[in-house]
């Protein structure tokens, strides 16, 4: 990571919440059932906007039986508005067409849902190759991974082979567990720094302050890679002396909301 060029502003957009067994989150926590916000980041750099994950999807949510195969609760997702991706970047002013170029940390159910909309607007979107391997060739609803979502669909697909720069003040950090592939943020800005957008390396608060990874891996072997990249992560924060922001946490990102104007 050789530039040290800062991004002008991000904004925190929120696509709507989700049920989840805690022991999803922290491994060898209890079952018991957690809300859990669904999120994404839009980036303003000097080669346009970049968007960072894009929530859950209008399709899934009306898809009864492929979403109650995912979530097994009484409790079921809900997304902002009619449709909650695209509610979710009219919240601040944005369109498909607006970005230069998106990401997805990994192809989770939660994380895929504007992949169709990018796609149709013509913004390529960035993936790890071994994310985008997985969810081709293994995954399915068993691992959260709803195929609607990025199968046939169009997508121009940028494959990342580990990290990257994105754009100028944004990279993309390598750290595979929750998937094989998955992958955190990490966004500079001029005055509030270096933030660390851990994603589904660390979903809770909890996480971070206990050093527990969080539980099931969607490749079985992964616990170790997991374990590392919480590491990784941790080592980062303190080697940048960054922010360092939870995937799912509530309380965490109530405090990180953008201002009016956004972070900068």
Known sequence: MTSKKTATRMFMLHYGA???????????????IIWC????????????????????????????????????????????????FLT??????????DFAL????HLHVDHTGGL???????????????????????????????????VDAGIGWRELDGDAELAPGVHALSTPGHTPGHMSYRVDLPETGTWLLAMDAADLAENL????????????????????????LLGERDRLDARLVPGHDTVFWRAVEHPAGGHR
């Open 18 to 32: 989700e049920p989840s067994p805690k022991s999803i989150s922290v491994r060898g926590a209890a079952d018991g």
């Open 37 to 84: 916000p669904i999120i994404g980041i839009a980036v303003e750099t000097e080669i346009g906007r970049v968007l960072l994950d894009t929530g859950i999807g209008r399709a899934l949510l009306e898809d009864e039986a492929s979403r109650t195969g995912i979530y097994a609760s009484k409790e079921q997702p809900w997304g902002v508005g009619e449709d909650p």
């Open 88 to 97: 979710a970047l009219e919240r601040v002013g944005l369109r498909p067409r």
């Open 102 to 105: 998106a990401a997805v940390s």
């Open 116 to 150: 169709r909309h990018l796609a149709q607007a013509g913004v390529p979107i960035s993936v790890q190759r071994e994310e985008l391997l997985f969810a081709r060739e293994r995954a399915g609803l068993g691992e959260a991974y709803y195929r609607p979502d990025y």
């Open 209 to 232: 302050n206990d050093r527990v990874p969080p539980g099931p891996t969607a490749d079985p072997s992964d616990a170790g890679r997991a374990e590392a990249s919480l590491r990784r």
